[in-house]
C-alpha cells in the first residue's frame, strides 16, 4: 500500500517565477492538507482539500493556491515566488473531515533565487 | 502567536534512558494531540496521537501523558535507542481542523 507521495522531491526555482507541486494521497483516504515547513521549524498549515474544496485555510497569501481532482490528488500552486518561500512543503491525506490518523509524504524541497 | 508550545528544543539522553517532551496550548477547542518523528530529509511521521478523555496512552515504547486541566501532554520514550535520534513533533487541532504543530525537539541518543 503506497503511502502519501509528492513530486518533484526538488525543486529550484528563480524569484517571481510560479511552481506546482502535487501529491497523490495514501489508499483511501480522502482529505489532502499541505503545509510549509522552514528549516529548523514545525509545519504551518497552507489549507485542506475535502471534496475538491477547500475547506480550509491558515495564513497565507493569495499567491498559495491550490486544487484537487476527483481521485483525491491534490496540487499547490505558488505565484510570484518569493525567496522566503523556500521551504519543505508537505501534503498530509486522511479520511473524512475528523483528520485523526494524517500521514505526511516525504515533501518537496523548494529552494527560491 | 505559538498555539502549542514545545520544550526542550533539544535532548541529548544515554541509549536506555527516557526521554521526556513536554507540550503546553492554551486552546480548550483542541480535541487531538498526535505527535509526529521526523528524520533529516523526511516526512513527519505520526507515532501516537491521544484524545483529550484519557490520560495517558502508551504504544511500545512511546507513552503519551495528557493533563486536560493544566493543558499539558508530554512524551516519554521508555529504552532509548540511537535509531529513535530524530526530530519530535508535537500538535493540537480541534478535531476536524487544522493542525497547529510544536517547534520541534532534537532527540539525539548517544550509544
Known amino acids: 500500500d503506497a503511502g502519501v507521495t509528492q513530486s518533484p522531491t526538488h525543486l529550484i526555482k528563480t524569484r517571481g517565477q510560479q511552481v506546482t507541486l502535487r501529491c497523490s494521497p495514501k489508499?483511501?483516504?480522502?482529505?489532502v492538507s499541505w503545509y510549509q515547513q522552514a528549516l529548523g521549524q514545525g509545519p504551518q498549515f497552507i489549507f485542506q482539500y475535502y471534496e475538491e474544496e477547500e475547506r480550509q485555510r491558515g495564513n497565507f497569501p493569495d499567491r498559495f493556491s491550490g486544487h484537487q481532482f476527483p481521485n483525491y490528488s491534490s496540487e499547490l500552486n505558488v505565484n510570484a515566488l518569493l525567496l522566503g518561500d523556500s521551504a519543505l512543503y508537505l501534503c498530509?491525506?486522511?479520511?473524512?473531515?475528523?483528520?485523526?490518523?494524517?500521514?505526511f509524504g516525504q515533501g518537496t524541497r523548494l529552494t527560491v533565487v | 502567536q505559538q498555539q502549542v508550545k514545545q520544550s526542550p528544543q533539544s535532548l541529548i539522553v544515554q541509549k536506555g534512558g527516557i526521554s521526556i517532551i513536554n507540550c503546553a496550548y492554551e486552546?480548550?477547542?483542541?480535541?487531538?494531540f498526535p505527535w509526529y518523528q521526523q528524520f533529516p530529509g523526511k516526512g513527519p511521521a505520526l507515532l501516537i496521537a491521544i484524545r483529550p478523555d484519557v490520560s495517558e496512552k502508551k504504544e511500545g515504547r512511546f507513552t503519551i501523558s495528557f493533563n486536560k486541566s493544566a493543558k499539558q501532554f508530554s512524551l516519554h520514550i521508555m529504552d532509548s535507542q540511537p535509531g529513535d535520534s530524530a526530530t519530535y513533533f508535537c500538535a493540537a487541532s480541534p478535531l476536524g481542523n487544522q493542525f497547529y504543530f510544536g517547534t520541534g525537539t532534537s532527540l539525539t541518543v548517544i550509544p
Open positions: 489508499s483511501g483516504h480522502d482529505t
Open positions: 498530509a491525506s486522511s479520511f473524512g473531515t475528523a483528520n485523526t490518523e494524517a500521514f
Open positions: 486552546n480548550t477547542a483542541f480535541d487531538y
